[in-house]
């Protein structure tokens, strides 16, 4: 298994500002993947980070928006640019263990953003 | 990816057995079924994962039947801390992406 930090566990911001989002994992990982959770809805993925290469964006969601880092084996970030409203949601990102069982992800405890 | 089909909401009283079925019918030969848990406020977490007969942990069983064209998550005895919504999700290939359905809310009465 794998023990993932997520900081900040919540935030309120302003429109037109960025918040970025920090997630630390306790082990090496090649996938990181990061979601939106909007309130009283399921998990939708926004892209996937891999070490050494670009993010991969899922449709409709672009870097530009959510710029995402990823400098090392641990650790990943996901900025969400020029806030509206719209984007209040739990974001949470989540590893998946190579070597490990097939499709099991950990996810962190995920980042509550409120945009006013 | 296979697309799954869950019953949206269950209520439960404390101390039954629970069954939540999900179809995948286009379930691919090398596709695992997981299953997720999520709390409020919380992240999902993994429960159990299978790929065909029964898979029993000690927080549940798995029942997959020989075509895996669905799967039936069984948690016995229910408590209060079960409700929580419940995923199924179908997939093979590690890094694959996950589509999470709506999920099933499980509601667990006193």
């Known amino acids: 298994s794998a023990v993932i930090s997520q900081k900040p566990s919540r935030d309120i911001c302003q429109r037109g500002t960025s918040l970025t989002i920090q997630c630390q994992v306790d082990s090496q990982v090649t996938m990181m993947f990061w979601y939106r959770q909007q309130p009283g809805q399921s998990l939708t993925l926004i892209a996937t980070?891999?070490?050494?290469?670009?993010?991969?964006?899922e449709s409709g969601f672009v870097i530009d928006k959510f710029p995402i880092s990823r400098p090392n084996l641990t650790f990943s970030t996901l900025t969400v640019s020029n806030m509206s409203p719209e984007d209040s949601s739990i974001y949470l990102c989540s590893v998946e263990i190579a070597g490990g069982p097939k499709n099991i992800q950990y996810f962190g405890a995920g980042t509550r953003l409120s945009v006013l | 990816l296979a697309k799954t089909t869950q019953p949206i909401s269950m209520d439960s009283y404390e101390g039954q057995e629970v069954n939540i079925t999900c179809s995948h019918n286009?379930?691919?030969?090398?596709?695992?079924i997981t299953w997720y848990q999520q709390f409020p406020s919380q992240g999902p977490r993994f429960i159990i994962q299978?790929?065909?007969t029964k898979v029993t942990n000690e927080v549940a069983s798995l029942f997959i039947p020989a075509d895996r064209k669905s799967s039936t998550l069984s948690l016995p005895r229910v408590s209060l801390s079960d409700t929580a919504v419940y995923y199924c999700l179908v997939g093979g290939n590690y890094g694959q992406n996950f589509v999470f359905g709506p999920g099933t809310r499980l509601s667990v009465l006193p």
């Open positions: 299978g790929y065909k």
């Open positions: 286009n379930i691919a030969t090398n596709d695992y």
């Open positions: 980070a891999n070490q050494g290469s670009e993010a991969t964006y």
